[in-house]
């Protein structure tokens, strides 16, 4: 694999089939940017979500902009921080 196509990766293969699921696309290249195949701000919200829930890593709106490929967002988890854990809503009205 050249540079600019790298080997894929479990990771990576992860990513792109979170995009195709929320952008409802059959296929996406790596090079292709999200916003581009139709991704609007409440699809970045939704792709943050769910990197979090199945990577538990915490990333922002803001790293889908500046990493808005598979293969540069794929890079960008590799220095993604972990997902802080979310109260479960059970707890919030315990005492």
Not at 31 to 56: P, Q, Y
């Amino acid at each position: 694999m050249s540079p600019a196509h790298p080997a894929p990766t479990p990771t990576r293969d992860l990513v792109r089939a979170i995009w195709c699921d929320i952008l409802e696309l059959d296929r996406v290249d790596d090079e292709e940017s999200f916003f581009v195949l139709s991704g609007k701000s409440v699809d970045a919200l939704r792709l943050v979500n769910r990197i979090r829930s199945v990577f538990g890593l915490a990333i922002s709106v803001r790293t889908v902009i500046e990493a808005p490929t598979v293969a540069r967002l794929t890079e960008a988890l590799r220095s993604a921080p972990p997902a802080p854990a979310r109260p479960s809503l059970t707890e919030r009205g315990q005492s």
